[in-house]
């Protein structure tokens, strides 16, 4: 499915290949080397995919997906990381900061491919407060007026020291 994709990449090698690539499969991209343009860009583009390098002078990678998912206008919008140092507890860092996937450079053609495809298929991230809405709607209320038997004394779960 064609979709904008934006690509935040200070390597200028790199950003021409990953742009002719995502061309190539019908896309319409937008490239960005400077990432302090890079949330001024995507307010423009309205982008349905944002691929980031994560090694960025100015603003990091980290930094800009923050930025992106504290954006009430694109925090939805799926985010995929690219970087060329994947060590132990990276993975785990980069989703936490906001990308839903993750590739090493170099890049394999293939699998760079196939995390575009399936992040586009996933489509744009839930909004971030229908879960919490959904959950007060069906919650009990918190306190009953006369709450005599609301709150049962827990058993006590030890003989001494509690
Ligand atoms: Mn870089």
Do not use: W
Not at 71 to 93: F, K, S
Not at 137 to 149: C, T
């Amino acid at each position: 499915m064609m979709a904008r994709i934006m690509i935040v990449e200070d390597n200028a090698l790199n950003i021409k290949l990953f742009c002719d690539l995502l061309d190539a499969h019908g896309h319409e991209t937008r490239g960005v080397t400077d990432s302090r343009g890079a949330m001024a860009t995507a307010h423009e583009f309205a982008p349905d995919l944002v691929i980031t390098d994560i090694q960025l002078p100015h603003i990091d990678g980290m930094e800009l997906m923050r930025r992106l998912r504290a954006d009430p206008e694109l925090c939805r919008v799926p985010i995929m990381a690219v970087t060329a140092y994947a060590g132990e507890g990276d993975d785990e860092r980069i989703r936490e900061a906001g990308a839903q996937a993750y590739v090493s450079k170099p890049i394999s053609v293939a699998r760079f491919a196939a995390a575009v495809d399936a992040l586009l298929e996933e489509g744009p991230l839930p909004a971030p407060d229908e879960d919490a809405e959904g959950t007060d709607d069906a919650a009990p209320p918190q306190a009953r007026e006369n709450g005599a038997a609301s709150d049962p004394v827990p058993p006590a779960t030890g003989k001494a020291g509690a």
